[in-house]
């Protein structure tokens, strides 16, 4: 639909991205979600050998040298075979090697960045812990300084890749005594002596992604292997923000696109009181709807990646990449929602894949920070630029656009 916006380029890739998610094998998706596969490292070997991860990377390191719009696109198209195929994609890829390329050492990506890329290696990103995930600040996981290394302890909880990553991007507390904003520093640690994948979860949905606990036992991290400033962590995780939650946002359509399709095949071709569901307003409406909120998050994610590619105000860009997380995942909940209903009784079984990315879906607003954290930056920025915007007299004043605008007895605010 949107295939207008994009470039030649970008055009090719998208259909080099179609190509590859058609050799996918069912039984693979089948097997990830009968947890027969705990991490599915054939995929990410072959998306690797065709050079289809972190295309908007530098091709120095491996990537195409492409942009945010071209990554959203893939991470659209990979998500179609199912949420947690793009999870792992995702994850290694646009999340954990994003943070190298924006803060690492040329040395680090050359070990780091290269291998994962052409599908070498396997990475997971560390932050939630046991004691909760939506307060990044209060992390209980702490490296010590010992010279030319750190000595690492805590646990990571939810971590995709716990099973299967070769090494994990992990923050850790490094100065006890400063502000959280100022003691927390990040580290790539390799799976070595002392880390251990713990307890792999049993989940509702997006199975065969290896989501583990982690634990770091007395782990010796290497100097080199801080990421960005020490104690400045906070820098890296802001910037991670943008691939956590746009590339959620994103390939969260692509994992509700079958799901409306199915619905959309199956009510032309069912029949209820002599004639095609599909010309009951009751239920094409509901796939009218549907279709319209994948719409709408595609051109909320195309233009926030458009921001994000154009650098413009960081505050503004936190802003738009929340309300794509919160927006996206919930339209795309909604209108796989509406597919299961249209289908009736059969819609909720497994002779259709709906029930299982239903299942998936449940995810996009809980993981890469909740949808409620999501309204908490939304609201945050939104009143912050409302106040600039207002007393820097930006717009016109419209409160005086009433009747009784000059009653100033009724506008009571205490
Ligand atoms: C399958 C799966 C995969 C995951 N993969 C990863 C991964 O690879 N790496 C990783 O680091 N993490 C991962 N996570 C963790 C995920 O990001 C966290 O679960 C999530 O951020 C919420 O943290 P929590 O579970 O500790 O909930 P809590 O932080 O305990 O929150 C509980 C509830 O309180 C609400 N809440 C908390 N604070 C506020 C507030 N200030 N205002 C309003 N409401 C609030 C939350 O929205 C939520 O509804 C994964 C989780 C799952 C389930």
């Not at 099973?163 to 100065?175: I, N």
Request: contains cysteine.
């Amino acid at each position: 639909m949107f295939d207008y916006l994009l470039t030649d380029q970008q055009k090719a890739l998208k259909k080099e991205a179609r190509e590859f998610v058609k050799t996918i094998p069912r039984q693979m998706i089948l097997d990830m979600d009968a947890d027969k596969i705990r991490f599915p490292k054939e995929f990410l070997q072959e998306a690797g050998r065709r050079n289809l991860m972190g295309c908007r990377y530098p091709e120095k390191w491996g990537g195409r040298g492409m942009d945010w719009v071209s990554t959203c696109m893939v991470m659209e198209e990979i998500g179609i075979l199912g949420y947690i195929f793009a999870c792992t994609f995702g994850v290694g890829a646009e999340l954990v090697c994003d943070a190298v390329i924006l803060h690492g050492t040329d040395a680090q990506k050359e070990k780091y960045v290269k291998p994962l890329l052409r599908g070498e290696m396997f990475a997971a990103e560390c932050l939630t812990e046991p004691r909760g995930g939506s307060d990044f600040f209060g992390t209980t996981t702490t490296a010590v300084d010992k010279g030319d290394h750190f000595i690492l302890n805590g646990q990571k909880r939810f971590i995709v890749g716990g099973e299967g990553a070769d090494y994990f991007l992990v923050y850790a507390k490094t100065d006890p005594d400063a502000e959280p904003r100022n003691g927390i520093s990040c580290f790539i640690v390799d799976r070595t002596d002392g880390v251990e994948t713990q307890y792999l979860y049993g989940l509702m949905g997006c199975r065969g992604g290896g989501a583990a606990r982690m634990v770091f036992k007395d782990v010796k991290v290497p100097k080199e292997n801080l990421l960005g400033e020490p104690n400045q962590g906070v820098k890296v995780f802001n910037t991670m923000m943008i691939p956590e939650r746009l590339g959620t946002a994103a390939m969260t359509i692509g994992a509700a696109v079958p799901a409306v399709d199915i619905a959309t095949g199956y009510t032309s071709k069912r029949k209820a009181f002599g004639q095609p569901v599909a010309q009951f307003q009751g239920v094409s409406f509901q796939v009218a709807e549907a279709v319209t909120l994948l719409d709408a998050s595609r051109s909320m994610i195309y233009t926030t990646a458009r921001a994000v590619d154009e650098k413009i105000h960081d505050k503004q860009i936190r802003r738009m990449v929340s309300e794509s997380k919160k927006f996206v995942t919930e339209s795309c909940q909604k209108a796989v929602h509406n597919a299961m209903q249209v289908m009736g009784g059969i819609g909720y079984t497994n002779i259709y894949p709906v029930e299982r990315i239903f299942r998936d879906l449940r995810l996009a607003s809980i993981w890469t920070g909740t949808n409620e954290v999501m309204a908490m930056i939304i609201a945050n920025e939104w009143y912050k630029a409302y106040w600039k915007d207002k007393s820097a007299g930006k717009i016109r004043d419209m409160e005086p656009d009433a009747e009784e605008a000059l009653a100033a007895e009724e506008k009571i605010f205490e």
